[in-house]
């Protein structure tokens, strides 16, 4: 247990840093740059694509904490692309779930707001008759993100309980193709304390 207790706290100064960023980047993006931007549907398109990607981390972060290992080994046996992965998935399901849905879940549910409220002011800017309806328009772009976010993510973790494997071994096939693509290794040194932990 103490030999675990630096490793976790080098994950949580990690995911810490990185949500850090994260918010920063996204909060800038939509308290700044998207109120300027002159094309209205540009902004939903990006607000829809914020509120899909806090859907399937959630999903992602369900289907990690329910999947069962044992079926990836057999993947891993017949050498198929993204099943180790998989398997390091599933052995650090409490890490991923955390990131995908305490960090990635939180960040897309602040940011979407305020993308909802950038937006409602895109909308009225300019249009002087519309200032008295700011209000209105503001309460209905809160439900309707509401709705999006909270319906999505009921279907999202209903899929996740149904098809847990099938979706970690899809997310453990994008993680083999980024790692080949890029040199890097995400779950830094698990491999080695996996194959130490099965001798």
Not at 42 to 51: E, K, Q, R
Request: proline share 2%.
């Amino acid at each position: 247990m103490g030999n675990n207790r630096p490793s976790s706290l080098r994950f949580a100064i990690v995911t810490g840093t990185g949500a850090f960023f994260a918010a920063v980047f996204f909060s800038f993006f939509s308290e700044i740059v998207l109120p300027k931007l002159q094309i209205i549907m540009l902004s939903f398109l990006f607000l829809l694509a914020v509120i899909i990607t806090g859907i399937v981390f959630d999903m992602v972060g369900v289907a990690a904490a329910v999947a069962e290992e044992k079926p990836f080994h057999a993947k891993a046996t017949k050498k198929l692309k993204g099943a180790s992965q998989a398997i390091l998935i599933v052995r650090n399901a409490d890490r991923v779930a955390s990131f995908c849905n305490d960090v990635v879940g939180d960040i897309c549910g602040t940011v979407s707001g305020a993308l909802g409220a950038a937006i409602i002011i895109q909308i009225v800017s300019g249009r002087a008759h519309w200032n008295s309806y700011e209000s209105f328009l503001t309460i209905i772009m809160t439900g309707l993100v509401a709705a999006l976010t909270v319906g999505g993510k009921a279907a999202g973790k209903r899929t996740a309980l149904e098809d847990a494997e099938q979706i970690i071994f899809y997310v453990g096939r994008v993680l083999a193709w980024f790692e080949s693509a890029t040199g890097l290794n995400l779950f830094m040194g698990k491999r080695r304390h996996a194959r130490e932990k099965r001798r």
